[in-house]
């Protein structure tokens, strides 16, 4: 993610990004979902056991990872669900632009592009293709 996009983030939700050693190594094209999850993170939960943990969630790391944008979270179990959720998402989001993507390798990569995008990297002469898989349970989930 550009440095300046990164240091916005930082400023508008200091709460989560309390650490500043955490980074943001996504392409620009996830802002949106970042901006999903940041602003849902930093709602107040319904459950009231929940609430009072509400200023201690943070952000550990976000990455992308095989395609998917993936943020490794402290907080309650009921945002982590949440977390998962936007994660999702981001197979359908193009980490290059924001438009509908689907995820293909780009140079041996797993990467979640549109067709707009993967045209650029096929007119830059890399190697790539479509990925056809079915959303398999990631069973580690909350590796870090
Ligand atoms: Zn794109």
């Not at 930093?42 to 990872?65: A, C, G, N, Y």
């Not at 009921?78 to 632009?97: D, G, M, N, P, T």
Request: hydrophobic share 35%; proline share 3%; net charge negative.
């Amino acid at each position: 993610m550009h440095p300046a996009l990164e240091a916005r983030f930082k400023n508008e939700f200091p709460t989560l990004f309390r650490d500043s050693r955490v980074r943001c190594y996504i392409e620009n094209g996830w802002e949106g979902l970042l901006r999903i999850l940041c602003l849902t993170l930093t709602q107040p939960d319904e459950t009231p056991s929940d609430s009072e943990f509400e200023s201690r969630t943070i952000l550990i790391q976000v990455k992308q990872r095989y395609g998917c944008l993936r943020a490794y979270i402290s907080s309650t179990a009921a945002r982590q669900r949440i977390k998962f959720h936007v994660e999702r998402e981001s197979y359908l989001v193009c980490e290059r632009c924001g438009e509908d993507g689907r995820l293909a390798t780009v140079e041996g990569w797993i990467s979640t592009v549109c067709q707009e995008c993967a045209d650029m990297i096929r007119a830059d002469g890399k190697e790539w293709r479509w990925l056809e898989v079915g959303f398999e349970d990631e069973s580690d989930e909350d590796e870090s």
